[in-house]
């Protein structure tokens, strides 16, 4: 066996390959056959062979009883402590925020069909959101998740909406998925997203999508209507922009490895 020649930017092509595998089976929906993505790698149907066979014999790729392959559960554990990291390089950015704003500060990224929250600095308020890091929720019923989706195209959108379907939290959620797009179609273009008791009774939120993250990811301010009032929404969300274009741009600039 030839052993693999490293690109003009000195990657391992194998190696490039691999993770290339690795998210055209998430952008599938974490399952596709061979054929499948040979016809969307361009790669011949060999090496597919030989690096989802390396894959599998790692636990980062399980063959499933219809013989089409899956991502595996290895990959959990990484794509955890990731968010995690992502959340503690971000805290003092949410600070900031929060010295600012006066309301607790949020940070998720979606994965696996869920936003989860990975960094949050609260409020100095005696009432305040009490969401923890590491709790999952569906998109669709909060102001991180329809931020995050308002990034999205539609049919990704449509199909992530059909693998979990939309219940209702309270009376004001969305359960309706062309209702939503409409309504993701006003986020998008102002730039922000106001859960409006849409999670949780008596809480609202205003939520911004960040750009050129390793998952798709949002920040957000929380707190009760009295305080967190409509009026106040035009005043914080330019801090909310503002603070969520910092993350980016310094994501964008650091390597969060070192």
Same mark, same amino acid.
């Given at each position: 066996?030839?052993?693999?020649?490293?690109?003009? !930017?000195?990657?391992?092509? @194998?190696?490039?390959?691999?993770?290339?595998?690795?998210?055209?089976?998430?952008?599938?929906?974490?399952?596709?056959?061979?054929?499948?993505?040979?016809?969307?790698?361009?790669?011949?149907?060999?090496?597919?062979?030989?690096?989802?066979?390396?894959?599998?014999?790692?636990?980062?790729?399980?063959?499933?009883?219809?013989?089409?392959?899956?991502?595996?559960?290895?990959?959990?554990?990484?794509?955890?402590?990731? @968010?995690?990291?992502?959340?503690?390089? *971000?805290?003092?950015?949410? #600070?900031?925020?929060?010295?600012? +704003?006066?309301?607790?500060?949020?940070?998720?990224?979606?994965?696996?069909?869920? +936003? +989860?929250?990975? @960094?949050?600095?609260?409020?100095?308020?005696?009432?305040?959101?009490?969401?923890?890091?590491?709790?999952?929720?569906?998109?669709?019923?909060?102001?991180?998740?329809?931020?995050?989706?308002?990034?999205?195209?539609?049919?990704?959108?449509?199909?992530?909406?059909?693998?979990?379907?939309?219940? *209702?939290?309270?009376?004001?959620?969305?359960? !309706?998925?062309?209702?939503?797009?409409?309504?993701?179609?006003?986020?998008?273009?102002?730039?922000?997203? +106001?859960?409006?008791?849409?999670?949780?009774?008596?809480?609202?939120?205003?939520?911004?999508?960040?750009?050129?993250?390793?998952?798709?990811?949002?920040?957000?301010?929380?707190?009760?209507?009295?305080?967190?009032?409509?009026? #106040?929404?035009?005043?914080? #969300?330019?801090?909310?922009?503002?603070? #969520?274009?910092?993350?980016?741009?310094?994501? *964008?600039?650091? !390597?969060? @490895?070192?």
């Amino acid at each position: 066996m030839t052993e693999d020649k490293g690109g003009r !930017d000195g990657s391992v092509q @194998s190696l490039r390959r691999a993770f290339e595998l690795l998210e055209r089976l998430a952008d599938a929906g974490g399952e596709a056959s061979l054929s499948e993505l040979a016809s969307g790698s361009g790669l011949p149907m060999p090496t597919i062979h030989r690096l989802i066979r390396t894959l599998v014999a790692l636990g980062y790729v399980r063959q499933n009883t219809n013989r089409r392959y899956a991502l595996g559960a290895r990959l959990i554990r990484l794509g955890e402590n990731a @968010s995690m990291q992502f959340g503690t390089w *971000a805290r003092p950015l949410l #600070a900031e925020l929060v010295d600012e +704003v006066g309301e607790t500060a949020n940070l998720a990224v979606l994965e696996r069909d869920e +936003v +989860v929250y990975v @960094s949050q600095v609260p409020s100095k308020h005696s009432m305040r959101m009490f969401t923890e890091v590491g709790r999952r929720v569906l998109p669709h019923g909060t102001g991180v998740g329809k931020a995050i989706l308002s990034r999205l195209p539609p049919d990704e959108v449509r199909a992530l909406l059909t693998r979990t379907g939309m219940p *209702a939290y309270t009376e004001h959620t969305y359960t !309706d998925p062309d209702e939503l797009l409409r309504h993701l179609v006003k986020v998008a273009n102002q730039g922000y997203a +106001v859960d409006e008791s849409e999670q949780e009774l008596g809480v609202r939120c205003i939520a911004v999508p960040l750009t050129g993250t390793p998952a798709p990811a949002a920040v957000s301010v929380s707190g009760p209507e009295g305080r967190l009032t409509k009026e #106040a929404v035009s005043r914080i #969300a330019p801090v909310v922009q503002r603070v #969520a274009a910092t993350l980016s741009a310094h994501l *964008a600039s650091t !390597d969060l @490895s070192a």
